[in-house]
């Protein structure tokens, strides 16, 4: 004989595959624990006789009453609904073998391999075979065919009681041995379904018979579950039978059966509520996050476009280094945000269509365009902000520098200009002698050539208060005072200069006599004194360039300065040799001299105190050129410094953004190819960023050295910016579309050949190249898949795949109708039937049936809005779940 374990294997491997592991444990070497066997006889007995007694008759001995093999037979058409052949009714053992053999031939016909269980067994009365033969029915007719949730069989048995179960404290499921044998497991399965036969909260887990037996009395009087087993067989066994405990469990899952109905219709509510659920969650995360971002936006914008100039260079820089901070610490964040905002507006969107729920619209003002339209007058005003500043900043250094200048001239004028009015209101004349008087006469025309060519001067310091009030500048006040001080002593010396001069001519008769020597140096000594003035107030003229050309330029003209030097050295010397000359003839003839110049108070000393200044200012003027010099070659360096790195992330960027288009557009490999290649290429871009960072400070110590203009590059800082800020959002914006395809695939089923046909035809019909199609194209694209397409047909599919009248179809919104068209989703008329199931088929359910059949926060959703029904069968705490159906899918109001 072969072992019937071996059989019992090898019958589950041929017909179910491993639907039931084989358990080493029941039958080695035919030999049964003696507890088990107990078991087993009144376990097999029981269920035997549970479809036996529906033909009115039973067995009591199960060895003995199955040797004929008539009551095996009438048990096998009970429980199968089929006629077997007409059984032998003779007594001799060949008619007993062969009604057996037509069992056995019966039970080999549902694709049962009997091995080792002979009909001699059976008609012998072979305890062991006998039972080895029923637990062989149990499994095909009551086992076999349980199936939960893809699993069959002993595991889709031990899967719903551990379902069922699983909400009872005390209770844990795992096998059909240890697990059973406080009887909790019983009551609980129980208790699920029928709640009114026991009161589970006073069971005690360390009474297990009065657990037992509670269950079986309870499943005996009202479930028509026979006792199949004693308690006191379960507790006093270590190890209680698997196959009795498996056949009695059996018995309660076809008890009830009937709430698996229930419970797939509960499951399929609770996927339909989960994803209402999830979509509420992102739709109020995009809310709030489009209100924070518009709030930022609303409070920084009117920072950006405040132009309220301030009077100082210091508030000024302060103002660009507060901008600088935004760029570097508040702006990006922000960025990232909108980014996410937008990945996160494509990710719902595409769950609402994939499972056929409404589009989201999001409340008036915080659409994606109404948070693109608020960022790009945001950068608007903050590219205005930053030209603004910039200019201010010129404009401060032009007014400081002007300023200073004007200053400078004004003290020159005022200390050339102090006692000339004494003197030009002086009565000397009146007893002076003639020579006197023709000296005197001589000296005033000396004045007035000093007076004339310092006519220049005055206009120059009119024309500097004139630009300081042009620019606005913040002491014009001031400035203005004192050049109307200066201009009105002015014309108060021109006053005073012609009035003397009639005086002088009057008196002019009476003077005849000069000293010509004396006319001769004045007149030569007044202007090169004039020009050395001159000279020495250019010498320390404040300059300001920003370029090395115009350094070069001022380096260039002090050349030329430098240049005339000698030539006027020698005027210098001629001067002095006048001088030189009135002291030798006044010694030659013993004129007695008063020792100053009637015609000048400019002395041979005061020409050689202010040559040697002019001396001393050449080399410091050389070393002050010098040094800017250093400072614009510095300057150049930095350009060139930033231009090189410049040049190369510019066309980098562009570079980038050039492959990630061909990547979305075009068909090389699997979606997660493309999602990988280009998650590689997010990392090298991402990698790529301390390029960006040293460029940035490249730039801020072009910026702090003031250095307004590159003519090295093309790029600027924000052209930088604005190509490193669109790449990352590119990228990431690229990513999620091929993600949101991914999920279109799997949750539509759409093969990847399909979706390469789709990208296909889509690229073959978007003529310019730009991942969004016209309806023009468009309408031939669906042409060219078959599409019939009448004006209102195709501007039904228009509001599909357009739905903001943007005129423009994406590739997603192409493979999302294409997908709907040809698949199928949940539909509110499926959701309302799952409900019905759970209402027994009222046309109301109540939120007790919610509660027991649903999980408990779905149950409460569903029970916080769903509306009383007003139905003419109503009763109190009815609830409409027709409408709340409709509502799930936005055909009303939830």
Not at 18 to 41: F, G, I, T, V
Not at 203 to 231: S, Y
Not at 233 to 257: G, L, Q, W
Not at 275 to 298: F, G, T
Request: charged share 30%; aromatic share 8%.
């Amino acid at each position: 004989m072969v072992d019937y374990h071996e059989a019992n294997s090898q019958l589950q491997q041929s017909n179910h595959g491993d639907y039931m592991q084989p358990e080493e444990d029941w039958d080695r070497d035919l030999l049964l624990d003696p507890a088990w066997e107990r078991q087993q006889r009144k376990t097999f007995t029981a269920w035997c006789n549970s479809h036996l007694r529906k033909a009115g008759t039973q067995i009591e001995v199960i060895e003995e009453d199955f040797r004929d093999g008539l009551k095996l037979m009438l048990l096998l058409e009970v429980i199968s609904g089929e006629r077997l052949p007409k059984p032998e009714r003779g007594k001799m053992r060949v008619h007993k073998i062969n009604n057996v053999n037509k069992a056995l031939d019966f039970i080999a016909s549902k694709g049962v391999k009997l091995v080792s269980i002979g009909a001699e067994e059976i008609v012998d009365g072979n305890v062991k075979m006998t039972l080895g033969m029923i637990w062989t029915i149990i499994l095909r007719f009551a086992i076999q065919d349980i199936s939960v949730e893809e699993t069959s069989a002993k595991e889709g048995l031990l899967l719903w009681c551990q379902r069922k179960t699983a909400p009872y404290k005390n209770v844990n499921v795992q096998n059909f041995h240890i697990s059973w044998k406080d009887g909790l497991a019983f009551n609980a399965l129980i208790h699920r379904h029928r709640p009114e036969l026991i009161d589970y909260d006073k069971l005690r887990k360390d009474d297990p018979l009065t657990n037992l037996n509670n269950a079986f009395e309870v499943a005996e009087t009202h479930l028509d579950i026979p006792k199949m087993l004693d308690a006191e067989d379960i507790v006093n066994t270590a190890r209680p039978d698997e196959k009795a405990i498996m056949t009695y469990v059996s018995c309660f899952y076809h008890a009830f059966s009937g709430a698996q109905k229930a419970e797939t219709a509960a499951n399929r509510i609770c996927k339909v509520l989960a994803v209402n659920q999830e979509n509420e969650h992102l739709m109020e995360d995009y809310e709030k996050l489009a209100s924070d971002l518009l709030e930022w936006i609303r409070q920084t914008k009117p920072w950006l476009e405040n132009r309220e100039p301030e009077k100082t260079m210091q508030a000024m820089q302060q103002k660009l280094e507060d901008f600088r901070d935004y760029r570097r610490v508040h702006k990006p964040p922000k960025v990232q945000e909108k980014c996410q905002l937008e990945i996160n507006f494509n990710t719902l969107q595409t769950k609402l269509r994939l499972s056929n729920r409404p589009a989201f619209m999001p409340s008036e003002g915080k659409m994606v365009s109404d948070i693109n339209n608020a960022w790009q007058g945001l950068e608007q005003a903050e590219k205005g902000y930053e030209e603004w500043l910039l200019n201010e900043i010129r404009r401060l250094e032009r007014l400081d520098h002007l300023a200073e200048k004007f200053r400078q001239k004004a003290t020159i004028h005022e200390d050339w200009t102090k006692d000339k009015e004494a003197m030009l209101t002086q009565k000397d004349y009146e007893t002076a002698t003639l020579a006197d008087i023709k000296a005197l006469l001589k000296k005033h025309e000396a004045f007035e050539s000093d007076l004339a060519a310092h006519q220049d001067r005055v206009e120059q310091i009119a024309a500097i208060a004139q630009e300081l009030n042009d620019l606005d500048y913040f002491d014009s006040p001031n400035v203005n005072a004192r050049c109307q001080t200066i201009c009105d002593h002015w014309d108060t010396l021109g006053s005073l200069t012609q009035s003397r001069r009639d005086a002088l001519e009057r008196t002019e008769k009476l003077q005849e006599t000069i000293d010509q020597l004396y006319l001769e140096y004045a007149k030569r000594a007044a202007p090169f004194n004039n020009w050395m003035e001159g000279a020495m107030e250019d010498l320390q003229d404040m300059f300001i360039v920003h370029t090395t050309e115009e350094i070069q330029g001022l380096i260039a003209a002090h050349e030329q300065f430098k240049a005339t030097l000698p030539d006027a050295d020698k005027e210098r010397e001629a001067i002095l040799g006048i001088h030189n000359e009135m002291m030798k003839i006044a010694q030659s003839y013993n004129i007695k001299l008063s020792g100053v110049n009637p015609y000048t108070s400019i002395t041979s000393q005061s020409i050689n105190d202010k040559w040697d200044k002019v001396q001393q200012f050449v080399p410091a003027r050389d070393q002050a050129l010098q040094a800017e010099f250093n400072k614009q070659q510095s300057n150049e360096h930095l350009r060139e410094q930033f231009a090189n790195k410049a040049n190369v992330v510019g066309p980098w960027i562009q570079t980038k953004m050039q492959e990630i288009g061909r990547i979305s557009i075009e068909m090389h490999g699997t979606l997660e190819d493309q999602l990988n290649q280009l998650k590689q290429y997010e990392s090298s871009i991402i990698n790529y960023k301390p390029n960006i960072e040293k460029l940035e400070q490249d730039h801020q110590l072009i910026q702090e050295a003031l250095i307004f203009d590159n003519k090295h590059t093309n790029y600027t800082m924000e052209h930088i910016r604005v190509g490193w800020e669109q790449l990352l959002t590119t990228i990431a914006r690229t990513i999620n579309e091929i993600e949101n395809q991914i999920l279109t695939r799997d949750a539509k089923g759409i093969s990847q050949d399909q979706l390469n046909e789709f990208r296909s035809s889509f690229n073959h019909f978007d003529k310019k190249r730009t991942g969004l199609m016209d309806a023009d194209d468009f309408r031939a694209l669906l042409i060219s898949t078959g599409y019939s397409l009448g004006e209102a047909e195709f501007a039904r599919i228009m509001s599909i795949v357009a739905p903001n009248n943007t005129e423009e179809v994406s590739f997603q919104a192409f493979i999302d109708f294409m997908s709907r068209e040809t698949t199928d989703t949940d539909t509110a008329e499926q959701v309302m039937a799952s409900f019905k199931i759970l209402a027994g088929d009222k046309s109301y359910i109540t939120a007790e049936e919610l509660r027991r059949e649903l999980p408990p926060d779905q149950a409460e959703y569903c029970i916080a809005r769903m509306a009383p029904y007003r139905g003419p069968d109503a009763v109190p705490g009815a609830l409409d779940y027709m409408s709340f159906s409709t509502a799930l899918y936005g055909e009303s109001d939830l």
